[in-house]
């Protein structure tokens, strides 16, 4: 089955500094690549997504980079303020139309310093 | 709308005991799902349903049981807790179109469980 795997676990930035989170995955087919952001106690809410039929998307101060050859996938946060501060977690899915289950990495603990 | 809702929030068993959790969705989300989240290993998939009267297992089904007889509810039953089954439950749904690839899942607020 599909294996994500996510690093740093934990990522330290100065306000205003940019954070970079990345995933590699192993199954070849997948081709959906959420990314939720989860705080303390509360449920995953999805931030950005991407499928596989493009290399990057971006919403506001937020980025993500797919590399399909290389089987990674990268979040990109500019200018960070304080409230994204969170868990971030990456995940990767098929899209068959038998599952659709997303695969998770094991998350990012960002801490934006003041 | 209140999306995807879950019941219990919080729950204390004891080893060998039962219970259900309940998720809802009013979205009419053809897809749903429950995962497990444990500290440092992310959320994995223990059962999941593409559908009214359909139920599949996921990563890590053992110890678990769901039903799906209506659309809008999902539940995940444990017949006999065990403590290794602590973890935080979260539902999720999506729509499940047939065309164009995966969709967007939505999470419920997530079961707090504890077993001693």
């Known amino acids: 089955g599909e294996n994500v795997e996510q690093h740093p676990s934990t990522l330290s930035v100065q306000e205003g500094d940019s954070a970079v989170i990345k995933c590699t995955y192993s199954?070849?087919?997948?081709?959906?690549f959420p990314w939720y952001k989860q705080e303390l106690g509360k449920r995953p809410q999805l931030i950005i997504d991407?499928?596989?039929?493009?290399g990057e998307k971006k919403d506001q101060r937020i980025a993500v980079t797919l590399n399909k050859t290389a089987k990674h996938f990268s979040l990109h946060i500019t200018e960070t303020q304080p409230e994204d501060s969170a868990v971030y977690f990456c995940?990767?899915?098929?899209?068959?139309?038998?599952?659709?289950?997303?695969?998770f990495g094991s998350g990012t603990r960002l801490q934006v310093q003041p | 709308n209140a999306g995807v809702t879950q019941t219990p929030k919080f729950r204390v068993l004891k080893t060998g005991q039962s219970m259900t959790l309940l998720c809802a969705q009013d979205?009419?989300?053809?897809?749903m799902y429950w995962y497990r989240q444990d500290p440092g290993m992310g959320l994995r998939l223990i059962h999941y349903?593409?559908?009214?009267?359909?139920?599949a297992k996921g990563e890590v089904p053992d110890g678990y049981n769901v039903s799906r007889l209506k659309k809008q509810n999902f539940l995940l039953g444990l017949e006999s807790a065990a403590p290794s089954q602590t973890s935080v439950y979260f539902c999720?749904?999506?729509?499940?179109?047939?065309?164009?690839?995966?969709?967007?899942?939505?999470f419920g607020p997530g079961t707090r469980l504890t077993v001693l």
């Open positions: 991407i499928r596989s039929n493009v």
């Open positions: 999720a749904s999506s729509y499940g179109r047939l065309a164009g690839g995966p969709d967007t899942q939505y």
């Open positions: 995940a990767a899915s098929t899209g068959d139309t038998g599952r659709r289950a997303l695969t």
């Open positions: 199954d070849s087919a997948s081709n959906y």
């Open positions: 349903s593409v559908g009214e009267g359909t139920t």
């Open positions: 979205m009419n989300h053809e897809y």
